[in-house]
Structures are given as structure tokens and as C-alpha cells.
């Protein structure tokens, strides 16, 4: 199958494309009938078996060692460093909060984050005492400029530097090996955010050097809400400890005070129960993005990009908000629209033209996630609706959504 068959076979499993132009999984991708499918079948055994007989233990133990395999061959990681949580804040939380760090100490981090990593890095200066740096980012910096950002934020006191790969507020591609090397060479972990990568930008973590790396299954994979995995270098294992426990962080234990606390084990992060129609749909969705090719995703997903900068750069009020160099360009693409507020944009573009993209309020942009199965038509749908919006103006009976909310 050739990309365009495979891009154009996806669009066919993908039946909200069909009623709509869904430019919005940075924030949550469009179900897909495999995805469905494994879910339907889960849930089908558990129907006709119960939850606990041995035909359906079976199923959730052999589709959760095959998660943990596909998500490394994902990530570039071996399946004994992943663990599987419940979305990417909840990844990075374990990261961040598993490390010892004690009030004085230094956390790096970036303006350009979601509150699932900065948020977590603010409880960290308030409950610990951290001194928190913020790097300053822009959608326009080289890869070179942020580079020499996070070495004039990074320095010896420095114990944390917690990042998104992709940014979701400005879209860019920041250079994680180079700021994960400087950051070792300091003597600092690297936590990584990476809700807006996985299924999206192909990934190495052995290659890049981090320490951890959380990503969901919800986003640019596709898959179910409800389920993330999280990377921890096995080195590094030991040196995060479990935040919240159960028997599973336990090497050993008794009911006469013996116990034994798990170490070495990725599997100490997992608290308890997850769902096994969220597990089997999680696991549908890696491989089916493993068969799409990684490169080849990565390559569609900047030339929708470039072909949706084009296109927008021909309408009089708007401008760019995401990188326009090749270095940092992602599948996110942002743009401002004249004064309107991006939340009414947003909201227009879904209720008069069927285009569901997100505002970024932060840098008063439009998102559009841009993903393999999306056409040069969806752009033409989105610049068209912003044309009018322009044009006719956003009807009064359009009201922002709540921040956080519908938008
Ligand atoms: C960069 C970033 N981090 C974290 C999150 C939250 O992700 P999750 O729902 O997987 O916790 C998002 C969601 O948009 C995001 O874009």
C-alpha cells in the first residue's frame, strides 16, 4: 500500500472525517473502526466470560505484555522500561514527584508548557521549596536559540528540567537530545512531556537520553481517553520512587510487619485495575500507527503544515502562530485571527462549517492538528470558514466556550 492508499484508507476507518473536519487531535484523536473493534471484542469476552474467569485473565495479561511491547518498539525503548498509567499528566506526575527533591533545588522548565507540566512543577516550588526557572519560548526560535535558552536557565543546582517535545501552545519541535545532554552533563534528570509526540513525531528515547517520557494513548494515536504509558530509562528506575503504592510496588511483604519495597520493577508505578477494553484499544491503535510508518506520518503531517502555511499566508488579518522553519514544524499549526478572541473562532468554525479545532488562549491562536489522515480539502474547509469569520464577522449567538471547556 502506498501512503496516500494507506492516508486514504485510514480516512475510511475514521468515520468522523466523514461528517466532519476534525483538526483536533492535540487535544483528543478521532476513534477509528480497528480501535473500536479490539474495544468490542474485550468487552464482548468479558460479556459472554465474566471479567475473572482464566479465557479473559488471560486475554488482559497477553494484551497488556503486548502494549508494553509495542509501545517500546514506539518509543525505542525495551518493554521492561514502560509502565502503563493513565494519561500523560499523571506519567509526568509520577516522574516529578518520584524524585528526591529537597527545597533549594533547581527545576527547569519552559513558558511554552500545558498545566500538566508546569502545574506539577509549580507544586513542586510550593511544597518542596524547588527554585523554578522558566525558559522563555517562542513559535519563531531556531532550534539553536532554544538550546541556548535552557543553557543560560541550566546550571549545577539545577536537579530537574521538565519539557514537552512538541510544545502544544506553539506547536515547535524543541531539540530534546542536545537539551537532555546538556542537562545530564549537569547533573539534572529530564522528564518529558509527551502528550502532543506519540503518533506524531517518531521517537527514540535511548537515542534521545531522557529519563522519563510520559505520552497518552488519546491524542495523535488515537486511541481511547483513559490510558498513557510511561518511559523510565531502566538505570533510572531505582531513582524514582512509586507515588502512589500498592502490592505492586512491593518486592516483598506479610501480614506480621515484613516488607519489602520494589526497586528495580517499572511495574511499581502501576497502582491497580485498568480497563481491559481501554488496554485492548490502546494496543490497536500503537500498531495500527507502527503499520502507518512513523516517518511516514511525520513527513505527511509537515507537509499539511507547509501546505496549510501556504494557504493561510493569502488571507489579509491572519497570522502565524507555529514555527515557519523546517527545524521546529510540527503537525500543529496556529494562527491568530484579526482581534477575534480564538475561543469564538473555534467555536464558529465547529457550528457553521464542521471544522473542530481548538483555541490556544495563551498566545490568542487557532490550533489545527494537522494528522495523516487530514487532506489539503480540510485545510481549504478551515481557511475558508476563517475567510468568512473575517469577512462576515462570528454571529453574536456564538459565545465563547469556557476556558478549559468546550472550545
Ligand atoms: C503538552 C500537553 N501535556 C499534557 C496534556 C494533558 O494530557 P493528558 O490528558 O494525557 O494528561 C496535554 C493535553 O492537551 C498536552 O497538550
Aim: aromatic residues 6%; charged residues 25%.
Amino acid at each position: 500500500m502506498s501512503d496516500q492508499e494507506r492516508w486514504a484508507w485510514l480516512r475510511e476507518q475514521t468515520p468522523v472525517l466523514r461528517d466532519y473536519v476534525y483538526l483536533n487531535c492535540g487535544w483528543s484523536g478521532p476513534l477509528s473502526y480497528p480501535v473500536v473493534e479490539a474495544m468490542r471484542r474485550r468487552l464482548d469476552l468479558e460479556l459472554w466470560h465474566g471479567p475473572t474467569t482464566r479465557t479473559v485473565m488471560d486475554d488482559r495479561q497477553a494484551t497488556t505484555a503486548r502494549l508494553r511491547e509495542a509501545s517500546a518498539r514506539m518509543l525505542g525503548a525495551d518493554a521492561d522500561e514502560i509502565a502503563i498509567t493513565g494519561n500523560t499528566t499523571e506519567g509526568v506526575n509520577i516522574a516529578v514527584n518520584g524524585l528526591d527533591l529537597r527545597a533549594g533545588d533547581g527545576i527547569v522548565t519552559t513558558t511554552a508548557e500545558h498545566g500538566g507540566g508546569i502545574v506539577p512543577a509549580y507544586f513542586l516550588r510550593e511544597r518542596r521549596g524547588c527554585e523554578l526557572r522558566l525558559v522563555p519560548l517562542e513559535a519563531e526560535c531556531s532550534p539553536g536559540e532554544v538550546l541556548e535558552r535552557f543553557d543560560q536557565a541550566i546550571d549545577a543546582n539545577t536537579r530537574l528540567v521538565l519539557l514537552s517535545e512538541i510544545t502544544y501552545s506553539t506547536g515547535q519541535l524543541l531539540p530534546l537530545a542536545e537539551i537532555s545532554r546538556l542537562a545530564h552533563a549537569r547533573g539534572a534528570s529530564v522528564v518529558v512531556d509527551g502528550a502532543q509526540t506519540a503518533g506524531h513525531v517518531p521517537i527514540d528515547v535511548h537515542a534521545l537520553g531522557v529519563d522519563a517520557y510520559a505520552v497518552p494513548s488519546h491524542k495523535w494515536l488515537c486511541g481511547p481517553d483513559g490510558l498513557g504509558m510511561l518511559y523510565v530509562r531502566r538505570e533510572r528506575i531505582a531513582g524514582f520512587d512509586p507515588v502512589k503504592v500498592s502490592g505492586r510496588a512491593a518486592a516483598s511483604y506479610d501480614f506480621e510487619g515484613g516488607f519489602e519495597p520494589e526497586r528495580e520493577k517499572v511495574t511499581k508505578f502501576e497502582v491497580s485495575t485498568t480497563s481491559g477494553p481501554v488496554v485492548a484499544g490502546t494496543l490497536a491503535a500503537v500498531e495500527q500507527y507502527l503499520e502507518s510508518g512513523p516517518v511516514a506520518v511525520w513527513d505527511r503531517v509537515r507537509d499539511l503544515n507547509r501546505a496549510a502555511e501556504a494557504r493561510f499566508a493569502n488571507i489579509p488579518g491572519v497570522a502565524p502562530a507555529s514555527p515557519c522553519i523546517d527545524t521546529t514544524r510540527s503537525g500543529l499549526f496556529l494562527v491568530t485571527v484579526g482581534e477575534e478572541d480564538p475561543g469564538r473562532v473555534a467555536a464558529y468554525l465547529q457550528r457553521d462549517h464542521r471544522v473542530v479545532a481548538r483555541a490556544v488562549r495563551q498566545y490568542n491562536a487557532v490550533r489545527l492538528s494537522l494528522h495523516a489522515y487530514n487532506t489539503e480539502a480540510d485545510i481549504e474547509r478551515a481557511a475558508t470558514g476563517i475567510e468568512q469569520a473575517l469577512s462576515e464577522g462570528i454571529p453574536d449567538d456564538i459565545l465563547a466556550p469556557v476556558p478549559g471547556g468546550a472550545e
